[in-house]
């Protein structure tokens, strides 16, 4: 092997520049010269005295998934791990820049990790590969070439990277894989380097157990039939009844060939191959579904991992606003926080319809909106005169440090998209939730929010979005009265998180049971 001074993430830039073609067959890994293998194996045997856990991280490459891959990345370095992160170049690239943004200067330091590590003196190794794509392709705006590369060209990229690092003679020999359960290839290529596969689930458990019986629901015509019921689906392990309209978008769908269901398919299969599976959920939030995906995996509820990671990971993709001067002026509880994630998008005339809507409820409110929330080429949707006519009770900022923003005293309510991060952390700030899902997991975490949990209220009751009734549910959601059931029972809900990462808690016990049994398992 060649050397080169270069550190790994500069010699995988290179990859970004060449021409980008697909395959025609599916996800690329490549036999392993046996030697190799080998030498892999024997490097962590058990016979070695005290071998440390080194695990090598994947988070898949989109903000919602990146971070709380980082936190768990800190949560096991915390516990003694070696940590080697993988991250994509186009995701790295994005971070370390809105940190130059916001921190108004070119040096800020080219590693995501590189604050916790020196505060905190962690072993975690940081480097970053090409996701088959260039860096300047708009992934935003190309969505299925987007997932088309992570489905077919990816994993040669993270191949080549763990070569590397299993022939590192300076790192620990690696104990196993940490991938992202959307991933298509990380079974097939743990079992090719001997090593572990460890399934990473940030999502409810709900919908992994949904997902993972697939071909249940085939069988019962609830999904990718031509007749498709319309029915209960009660026959779920774990899952009590669900109805169809509040399963996950793509399972929904009448097409089942996209790019997505194709991923969907293919890493569900890596899923139930998964040595492990470690999920961002709370036991006592979802007590019954856990039960029930217990018998067929070995699964380990360690959520919400961000209140055992790290404030100091930098994993935000655009510069953040500090919106903490505009909030202190504002009245505790008066302000509705409005953000619809980091990666879906809002039709046009919905967004114009919700802007109508805070402007006639009369309500202050903070107003999250990524420049191609709609598209990457319409970076002004607001309506004519908007931002004038909201001057005195609305703040519209690009990003923000939302775990920041929730926690403020003059927040009381936050309209969200239901990403499972957002959700996560709306209840443990305690505000209640203005349900707007627009695609994935979103239409069933707004179940657990709104019937099973009672957090929350649903914004959508009808096929339009309509500005009378977007004013209508803001000030049911936001009034002294009306809204009190939703954040009494927000505030009984993050009771119980409270103590889930304290010794003795839920999360805490888990993971603790996550990383004997992993030491079992290589010490046979």
């Known amino acids: ?5 270069r550190p790994l993430h500069s010699q995988r830039q290179s990859d970004n520049s060449a021409p980008f ?12 010269n046996p030697i190799l293998s080998l030498s892999i194996l024997s490097r962590w045997s058990p016979m070695s005295p005290d071998p440390k856990p080194h ?28 940590i080697t992160f993988i991250n994509t170049h186009f995701i790295h690239h994005k971070t370390i820049n809105s940190r130059r943004r916001r921190t108004h200067t070119q040096d800020a330091d080219d590693d995501i990790f590189a604050s916790v590590r020196q505060s905190d003196s962690l072993d975690i190794r940081y480097l970053v590969v090409s996701d088959g794509l260039p860096l ?21 990229h993270v191949e080549d990277a763990l070569i590397d690092i299993v022939s590192d003679d300076t790192r620990p020999p690696v104990t196993m894989l940490i991938a992202d359960t959307f991933f298509v290839f990380p079974a097939t290529l743990a079992k090719r380097f001997g090593i572990l596969y460890v399934s990473f689930w940030t999502e409810p458990a709900l919908v992994f157990t949904l997902y993972y019986h697939l071909e249940l629901l085939r069988q019962n015509c609830h999904f990718a039939c031509n007749d498709v019921r319309e029915d209960r689906i009660d026959y779920i392990p774990g899952v009590k009844s669900i109805e169809p309209k509040d399963m996950p978008s793509y399972l929904q769908e009448s097409d089942s060939a996209s790019v ?23 036991q006592e939030m979802e007590p019954e579904t856990i039960s029930g995906i217990q018998p067929k995996k070995p699964f380990y509820s360690i959520g919400p991992v961000f209140l055992a990671g790290s404030t100091k990971v930098a994993t935000s993709l655009w ?26 998008h809002l039709a046009k005339q919905d967004l114009v319809e919700v802007a109508h809507g805070l402007l006639l409820s009369d309500v202050n409110f903070l107003w999250v909106l990524r420049p191609d929330i709609v598209s990457s080429e319409d970076t002004h949707p607001l309506p004519d005169g908007f931002e004038s006519e909201a001057v005195d009770r609305g703040l519209v900022v690009q990003w923000c440090c939302q775990r920041k923003v929730l926690r403020h005293a003059a927040i009381g309510g936050f309209l969200t998209h239901c990403g499972w991060n957002s959700i996560t952390e ?11 899902p627009l695609l994935t997991d979103q239409f069933t975490n707004r179940k657990l ?65 996550f990383v004997k049994d992993v030491k079992a398992r290589t010490q046979k």
């Not at 194709?262 to 470690?278: G, H, M, N, R, T």
């Not at 709306?426 to 707007?436: K, T």
């Open 136 to 156: 300047n392709f708009d992934r935003s705006l190309n969505h299925d070439q987007y997932m088309a590369a992570l489905l077919h060209v990816f994993s040669a």
């Open 319 to 344: 510069s953040e606003s500090d919106c903490s001067r505009w909030l202190d002026s504002k009245p505790p509880g008066s302000v509705l926080y409005v953000s619809f994630g980091s990666y879906a």
């Open 55 to 82: 695990a090598v991280l994947l988070a898949y490459p989109l903000q919602g998934h990146v971070t709380p891959q980082a936190h768990l990345a800190v949560n096991l370095a915390k516990r003694g791990f070696t």
């Open 260 to 282: 997505v269901h194709q991923i969907i398919f293919k890493s569900f299969q890596e899923a139930k191959e998964a040595d492990f599976v470690l999920c961002n959920t709370v």
């Open 449 to 513: 929010v709104v019937d099973d949990w009672k957090i929350g209220m649903n914004l959508l009751d009808r096929k339009y979005v309509v500005r009378e009734h977007v004013c209508e549910k803001i000030k049911c959601l936001m009034g002294k009265a009306s809204g009190e059931l939703y954040r009494n029972n927000a505030a009984e809900l993050s009771k119980l998180m409270e103590g889930v990462w304290s010794s003795g808690g839920s999360s805490d016990k888990n993971m603790n049971r």
């Open 21 to 32: 073609q697909l395959p025609i067959n599916s996800p690329q890994v490549r036999p392993i």
């Open 426 to 436: 709306s209840v443990w700030n305690r505000v209640p939730l203005l349900c707007f």
């Open 1 to 5: 092997m060649v050397n080169d001074p």
